[in-house]
């Protein structure tokens, strides 16, 4: 089956937004998560974290090779708009919503090799990146909590492939 460009983002994308809370809840990293759809303006994902805290989560999901087949080791962009809104202040409002609900903020990276059908999950805190719009996985190993790493998941289905 051919997808659309936008057609297969979007379901990489929801693939992401339930595959990683599932983790998250099985490996006891967070309790109760919530999707919100894609509706909520900044965040995916809402619960409570392993201390019993409000968390919210935002969950950025993409196939681990360019076009091309070559792997990807840029960064996962955060708080992305279309709407032209300064990526700065997207950010500092994504964080008043949080401390609004007094809810500790994280990032999820899901990384899905489609070929193989594996998937991939990093997860931190949004306060520890050193730039809240990007999750830099160049410079910043050090605090990436790799939470799975390459679990079969026979739900990845073959047209989500870019190559």
């Known amino acids: 089956m051919i997808l659309s460009e936008r057609e297969r983002t979007r379901q990489i994308g929801v693939h992401g937004e339930?595959?990683?809370p599932e983790w998250i809840v099985k490996l006891g990293l967070g309790n109760g998560l919530q999707r919100f759809g894609r509706n909520h303006r900044y965040w995916d994902c809402w619960g409570?974290?392993?201390a019993g805290h409000n968390g919210l989560?935002?969950?950025k999901t993409r196939v681990n090779t360019f076009c091309t087949g070559e792997?990807?080791?840029d960064g996962y962009s955060l708080f992305y708009s279309r709407d032209g809104q300064d990526p700065l202040e997207r950010?500092?409002?994504a964080l008043r919503f949080a401390d609004s609900l007094n809810a500790v903020p994280h990032w999820v990276a899901?990384?899905?090799d489609v070929v193989r059908q594996l998937v991939s999950i990093h997860m931190?805190?949004?306060h520890?990146?050193?730039?809240?719009?990007i999750i830099d996985f160049k410079s910043r190993t050090d605090t990436l909590n790799c939470i799975v790493k390459d679990m079969f998941d026979p739900r990845i289905k073959p047209e989500w492939s870019n190559t």
Do not use: F, S, Y
Request: overall charge positive.
């Open 48 to 50: 409570k974290t392993q």
């Open 91 to 93: 950010v500092r409002g």
């Open 128 to 133: 520890d990146l050193r730039d809240p719009r």
């Open 124 to 126: 931190g805190l949004i």
């Open 71 to 73: 792997p990807k080791t």
């Open 18 to 20: 339930v595959v990683a």
């Open 110 to 112: 899901v990384t899905l």
């Open 57 to 59: 989560w935002q969950i």
